[in-house]
């Protein structure tokens, strides 16, 4: 299993001139010494009280995303996940794993796997970068505009990476789409996990930097600091082994919303919390989707070498309605494997 995890390295010193421009009220000041620790962190993460006083949905994103990788530590009960999470950490809250795309249609999982993190390195890296760039396109766009930006992005940059086993066979075998190939990650592995918020950070830093352009022209410092940085994103994550299938799909779509957005146009507030609650209804749903899915399903959670291991079990005790769930559930995923189970059972079951 091809596991991949979405880096984003923020901007970080273009923040507060960029926060002038776009008409934010920030003030930083030192914390005072006697602050206590726990507080402190907050304030590295989620920076000052004020920081993300216009900028909602950041704050409440990256709230969620710290939840639920409680929640992942806690499932897996295991010191060792902060390092890394293992798979079934990661499976059983929704992880963009390709087979479960396209072999059992979980396409909420492209919503999931966006509030995901494979280790405590990664969400740190992602929730750092979000609390820097999040409330600079927020206060610029409003909260509505970077509602649905933040999510489509997600979507768009999962899909996108889930997509990318499909073309492996043809990048593979044709040389000439090797550096290409490289850029994005693509290996001859038939499987791919992903997840990881920064396919929708690197959205959020694509409209940014078209916003950028549009006010200020190319050589904006927002334009020029968000550029620099998403090229120095892509490098860094084609040598990293990150998902920068994810990051292009994202930064693209991002820039293209953006520069469909009109200028001086915006949303009531009732308007944007109607917008606000819808997206965060999509999220939820997705997450039920996949809750139920867990309960249901026995298969949910394991990939096809978990559930051909555990087919060929039944098969050998004599299970035989259980191997017959399994074999199905096995050719979903892999329809070799699922044959050669398929040829044990009529064997062992006739």
């Given amino acids: 299993m091809l596991r991949r995890g979405r880096l984003y390295f923020p901007p970080g010193p273009a923040y507060e001139h960029v926060m002038t421009e776009v008409g934010a009220t920030h003030a930083v000041s030192d914390p005072p010494p006697a602050l206590p620790l726990r507080t402190r962190l907050a ?4 920076g000052p009280p004020e920081a ?4 909602p949905v950041t704050r409440w994103i990256i709230l969620a995303a710290a939840v639920v990788f409680v929640a992942q530590l806690l499932t897996v009960k295991n010191l060792t996940a902060l390092v890394k999470m293992p798979d079934r950490g990661m499976l059983l809250f929704g992880a963009n794993y390709s087979p479960f795309v396209w072999g059992e249609h979980r396409f909420e999982v492209w919503v999931t796997s966006m509030f995901l993190h494979v280790s405590l390195l990664h969400i740190l890296f992602n929730l750092y970068a979000l609390r820097q760039v999040g409330p600079v396109v927020e206060v610029a766009a409003g909260s509505a505009r970077f509602s649905v930006l933040y999510l489509v992005t997600g979507i768009v940059g999962s899909a996108f990476s889930a997509a990318v086993p499909l073309f492996a066979p043809m990048v593979v075998t044709h040389p000439q789409l090797a550096p290409l190939g490289s850029l994005l990650g693509v290996t001859g592995a038939t499987d791919r996990l992903s997840a990881g918020a920064s396919g929708a950070i690197c959205g959020v830093i694509g409209a940014a930097m078209v916003i950028g352009v549009r006010v200020q022209g190319w050589k904006s410092d927002l334009a020029r600091s968000t550029g620099f940085w998403l090229l120095l994103t892509l490098l860094l994550g084609s040598r990293m082994n990150a998902d920068n299938a994810a990051h292009v799909a994202g930064a693209v779509t991002g820039g293209l919303l953006a520069a469909g957005w009109k200028r001086g146009t915006g949303y009531s507030p009732a308007a944007t919390r109607r917008i606000g609650m819808a997206c965060a209804a999509v999220v939820v749903v997705a997450f039920v989707l996949v809750g139920t899915r867990d309960l249901l399903d026995p298969f949910a959670a394991q990939g096809s070498t ?7 079990d039944d098969i050998v005790m004599g299970r035989c309605a259980q191997a017959r ?3 199905l559930a096995t050719t ?3 329809a070799d494997r699922g044959k050669i189970l398929a040829n044990e059972l009529r064997r062992s079951c006739s």
Avoid: K, P
Wanted: aromatic residues 10%; without cysteine.
């Fill in 325 to 327: 769930d399994g074999v």
């Fill in 52 to 55: 993300l006083a216009g900028a």
């Fill in 332 to 334: 979903r995923l892999d």
């Fill in 306 to 312: 978990e559930r051909a291991a555990r087919t060929y």
């Fill in 43 to 46: 304030r590295l993460f989620m």
